[in-house]
Each structure stands twice: as structure tokens, then as C-alpha cells.
């Protein structure tokens, strides 16, 4: 089974709202990571976690703010979005983070909409 | 210099051909190397990775590697209308820490 859940499936929040999103694994994993994807561009890598430490945090603003609470779960909490930050977000993981990367498992994604 | 390359298409192939998708990298310390598929709207889904240089096949798909060439292709054979969707090439590169990156995808369109 390689499958990654991730809800809400769709959110539409204002720029002044909180607002958190969620994903769940339960192969295993000990890596997780989150990604942004526009229209028409490949998914941009924002976050990694291994054995639920932060291991990358690609210069993504602060706005964005991740937390994983345990190996099978990963959040992503919102604050003060602007209306470019509309996208597709994904959640994927992997056995491991290392050298040799393992292959990546992706959710279906979160669609969000700041207005 | 972009770190994975590949031909944004659109490919259209006649449906039972066979597709060849190319993806081109830099960092000459790659080591794995990931294709996707992704339909409109949907998320990637994972269908070939490849670690060696030479050939993996998996049903109608198979990938190629030649790191020497920093090079790595995609083959979909007798292909279906259902083939039909963007396919990304993901390459892992090391610099603070591993990561893959990813080509900004190849569109490909199966027509009947």
C-alpha cells in the first residue's frame, strides 16, 4: 500500500485567516515533505522531514510553517497568505531522506485558494 | 543552467506507437533518477525509478540511463489514450542535503 492521505481536499481561506494542512502516511515512512505546485509548473520542493526533524526548509516564508507530530504525520499551518500562494499543495514520503533518495509517494494534494 | 531538462511538448504520438520522453541533468553526482505521471489536475504519481545505467522495464514502460551522458528517457509502448498526461523527470542532487528536483514536464497526447 503506498498511500498518502492528505485533507482538506480543497480550502478557499481570506488573508487574514489560520488555517492548517494535513497529511497522513502509514507505510512506514520516515521521511515526509511538503511541495508547492502552480499551473503548468513542476511540483517546487518547501520543506523535508527525516525521523521527524525539519532537514530542508527551502527559504519558504514564514507564513508557512510546518510541524510534524509524529513519524506518520505531517501538517502544514497558514497564516497571513497573500493571493500568489494559491496552488496545489503536496504531501509525499519516503522510506528514507538520505544520500540514495528512495522513491517519493505523493498525496493527492490540497487546493488552495487565497482571496 | 536548469538541473533537469526536458522537452515541454506537446508530444503526440498515434495510439499502439511507442513514445520516447528524454530528460537531460546537470550534477554529474545524481544518483537516482524518478518518472511521474500526472493528469490534469490530479497529483504525480510514481511509474519508473532507475538507480543503473542500462534499461528497466515494467510492463510497457521502460526507463534508460546513461550517466555518462547525464541522461534518462522514458519508453511507453504500445501506447493508449489513457497515456495521455504530463510526465516528469526527478533527479536527485546533494547539496546541504538530498533532494530530487524536478523537470518542468513533458506533455505527452495519444491520438486514436
Known amino acids: 500500500d503506498t498511500e498518502v492521505t492528505q485533507t482538506p481536499k480543497h480550502l478557499v481561506m481570506g488573508m487574514t485567516n489560520k488555517k492548517s494542512l494535513k497529511c497522513e502516511q502509514h507505510m512506514g515512512h520516515r521521511a515526509m515533505y511538503w511541495y508547492k505546485q502552480k499551473a503548468k509548473k513542476p511540483p517546487e520542493l518547501m520543506f523535508v522531514y527525516s525521523y521527524e526533524k525539519l532537514s530542508i526548509n527551502e527559504s519558504v516564508p514564514s507564513r508557512f510553517s510546518p510541524e510534524c507530530p509524529n513519524s506518520s504525520l505531517l501538517n502544514l499551518h497558514l497564516h497571513a497568505l497573500q493571493p500568489e500562494d494559491s496552488a496545489l499543495y503536496l504531501c509525499a514520503s519516503s522510506q528514507e531522506a538520505g544520500l540514495a533518495n528512495y522513491e517519493q509517494y505523493f498525496g493527492p494534494g490540497t487546493r488552495l485558494t487565497v482571496t | 543552467q536548469k538541473e533537469v531538462e526536458q522537452n515541454s511538448g506537446p508530444l503526440s504520438v498515434p495510439e499502439g506507437a511507442i513514445a520516447s520522453l528524454n530528460c537531460t541533468y546537470s550534477d554529474r553526482g545524481s544518483q537516482s533518477f524518478f518518472w511521474y505521471r500526472q493528469y490534469s489536475g490530479k497529483s504525480p504519481e510514481l511509474i519508473m525509478s532507475?538507480?543503473?545505467?542500462g534499461d528497466k522495464e515494467d510492463g510497457r514502460f521502460t526507463a534508460q540511463l546513461n550517466k555518462a551522458s547525464q541522461y534518462v528517457s522514458l519508453l511507453i509502448r504500445d501506447s493508449q489514450p489513457s497515456d495521455s498526461a504530463t510526465y516528469l523527470c526527478?533527479?536527485?542532487?546533494?547539496?546541504?542535503?538530498?533532494?530530487?528536483?524536478f523537470g518542468s514536464g513533458t506533455r505527452l497526447s495519444i491520438r486514436p
Open positions: 532507475i538507480y543503473s545505467n
Open positions: 526527478a533527479v536527485n542532487v546533494y547539496s546541504s542535503a538530498s533532494k530530487i528536483i
